[in-house]
């Protein structure tokens, strides 16, 4: 097994594209376009770039912002309830759906019975703890928004304890959600209906799935980080980056793990055409590795930056984008020397040669990118001043 596992590094390594085609490109200036200090979510919906906060105060509530172009405030809204809610994912659908995945109170204090959700756990692994985020949310909600930030739909699942969620992914055939649960990695499907699947356990607290992609059958693709054995594939450094497909049933049917001897890797970012981004550590040298899978997570190309490792991968049609937190020169990027952590965003092809690429000193680390034609690239980041801003790559 660990021979498989030095070959897929090898494997990238010779795909990585040809340093001696690439040429030399200037870095521009990210257009920053206003500071969004209690922004935690964002995504791209026709022209207007849609913000999410979450506010807990006297309640937990979400508030959701409609920004144009230059950075304005067009419209705000906010999803009323009774109960306590939080919006921790976000996504959209082909339409234009905005679907947002968090946690709510339950409808009911007064009610002492809830149901427990029967998790399908296929590695009989033992339940570890884990903390809770805020123990009145046992909720798992989802809600349907139109562009405009309307509610259309609001769907719920009572679980028996608090979770957490890092990732939504929505099309055509529903909707699939990661996170942890009971302290070890879930995934959870639900009908465009709103009819939950039950909640699928991948591993132990060893795991953690940081992002989902929703294929037009019902299954799921999940990306993270293993230090453990996963689906017959052992551990080959002190952590692995790790793709895995779950069936619409909860069946793991494929993994696959990018290992480096004695180093540790994690994906953190993907899309729908199956672009990742993740950290790749050995030693005291921190790279963020951007590579474009196949729909049998075969590479077809690979780059590494050097980062601090913080990054999102984005891709659009013919061009793909990557967001890191740069701290040091990148070859082939002329005027591109940070003293300290800053973001950076580049613009490859379709062989993964970089073709453009945008810097900011304000801005220090991604936290999202999105996309919408009307728009291009939009995004959030950290600032050097320890804030949140919306970022824009001008066209």
Known sequence: MKKIAILLVL????????????????????????????????????SSIVVISNSDSPTA????????????????????????EIASAVTSDAEGNIWLA?????ESPAETATSTVVAENPDSVPLETYPAMRNDLKVLKIWKISPLAEVIAQYSKELAE?????AISANSSGVSIVGQFAGKPFLMTAKQTGVFSKMFFVGTSKTVINTVVRNTDGSSNLFGASSEKIGGKNLVGKRDGILMKVSISGALT?????????????????????????????????????????????PTWTLRIPSSGESVA??????????????????????????????????????????????????????????????????????????????????
């Open 254 to 298: 494929s993994v696959v793990r990018s290992s480096i001897a004695k180093g540790d890797r994690a994906w953190l970012s993907s899309d729908s055409n199956l672009l990742l981004s993740g950290y790749v550590k050995s030693g005291k040298v921190t790279e963020t590795a951007i590579t474009k899978f196949n729909s049998s997570f075969g």
């Open 314 to 395: 984005l891709s659009t049609g013919k061009s793909s984008y990557l967001a890191v937190s740069s701290n040091s020169a990148v070859k082939s990027l002329t005027g591109w020397k940070p003293s300290k952590n800053q973001l950076l965003l580049m613009t490859f092809d379709a062989k993964g040669m970089i073709t453009a690429a945008s810097g900011s000193l304000d801005l220090s680390a991604p936290i999202t990118l999105s996309y919408s034609k009307e728009l291009g690239i939009v995004g959030l980041a950290k600032t050097t001043d320890q804030s949140i801003a919306v970022f824009k790559l001008t066209k």
């Open 11 to 46: 494997t990238l390594s010779a795909l990585s594209p040809a340093q001696a085609a690439q040429k030399s490109v200037a870095v521009k200036s990210i257009e920053k376009l206003v500071s969004a200090p209690d922004a935690e979510l964002l995504i791209a919906s026709g």
């Open 162 to 166: 608090p979770g957490l969620i890092n």
């Open 102 to 106: 968090g946690f709510s109170s339950l």
């Open 61 to 84: 509530r979400i508030s959701i912002s409609g920004l144009n172009s230059s950075g304005s405030v067009i419209w705000q809204k906010k999803i009323e309830s009774l109960n306590n």
